[in-house]
């Protein structure tokens, strides 16, 4: 069974800066892409950084880039995203999920939840 | 960026009745469109990928249709599982970007 189990999410101020991990199972983790989307409460999904098997083709939204930074370790099968220059408008719900390609986001997480406010 | 808009933004059917969800890419994205169900509290769901392709499980009132910039999924007899938002998503291009969604509601 596929499970995809987000962490790292909580309350940081303004500027600050976030880690959050997911910890994959259930598949062969170095054979998919994975990504990071989100959600801010009651609005709709936003995707927000992608990451290919082996890690060397990273992407972004206009939104984050220059601050956001999406890694992963094959070794650990973890995603990571570093949030840094965080602002109000970065506050939702992260959730991990699955690329197929060609297909799309067939496995998420459950999310979590990020608030940047003073 | 590939910018995706849905319409209507809410829907009212009554169950039992069909249902038909608009989606329009500001430029082509061929056949890469995926859409997805999603209901409160929950990770949204893949319904159908490759603009018609149903998923695994997906019952077959579910359709996907259109190619380019025009696509439509259509529920032929909502179900009370069936009301939720549902969004829009292509593949064809990064950034991969979604649509705003559309409410399914109980008329």
């Known amino acids: 069974e596929v499970q995809l189990v987000e962490s790292g999410g909580g309350v940081v101020r303004p500027g600050g800066s976030l880690r959050l991990s997911c910890a994959a199972s259930g598949f062969t983790f170095d054979d998919y892409g994975m990504s990071w989307v989100r959600q801010a409460p009651g609005k709709g999904l936003e995707w927000v950084s992608g990451?290919?098997?082996?890690?060397?083709?990273?992407h972004y939204a206009d939104s984050v880039k220059g601050r956001f930074t999406i890694s992963r370790d094959n070794a650990k099968n973890s995603l990571y995203l570093q949030m840094n220059s965080l602002r109000a408008e970065d506050t939702a719900f992260y959730y991990c999920?699955?690329?197929?390609?060609?297909?799309?986001?067939?496995?998420w997480g459950q999310g979590t939840l990020v608030t940047v406010s003073s | 960026e590939i910018v995706m808009t849905q319409s209507p933004a809410t829907l009212s059917v009554s169950p039992g009745e069909r249902a038909t969800l608009s989606c329009r890419a500001s430029q082509s994205v061929s056949s890469k469109l995926v859409w997805y169900q999603q209901k409160p509290g929950q990770a949204p769901r893949l319904l159908i990928y490759?603009?018609?392709t149903r998923a695994t499980g997906i019952p077959a009132r579910f359709s996907g249709s259109g190619s380019g910039t025009e696509f439509t999924l259509t529920i032929s007899s909502l179900q009370s599982e069936d009301f939720a938002v549902y969004y829009c998503?292509?593949?064809?291009?990064?950034?991969?970007?979604f649509g705003g969604g559309t409410k399914v509601e109980i008329k």
């Open positions: 990451i290919n098997w082996n890690g060397d083709s990273p």
């Open positions: 490759g603009a018609s």
């Open positions: 999920a699955l690329y197929i390609d060609h297909v799309g986001f067939e496995y």
């Open positions: 998503q292509q593949y064809n291009k990064w950034p991969l970007t």
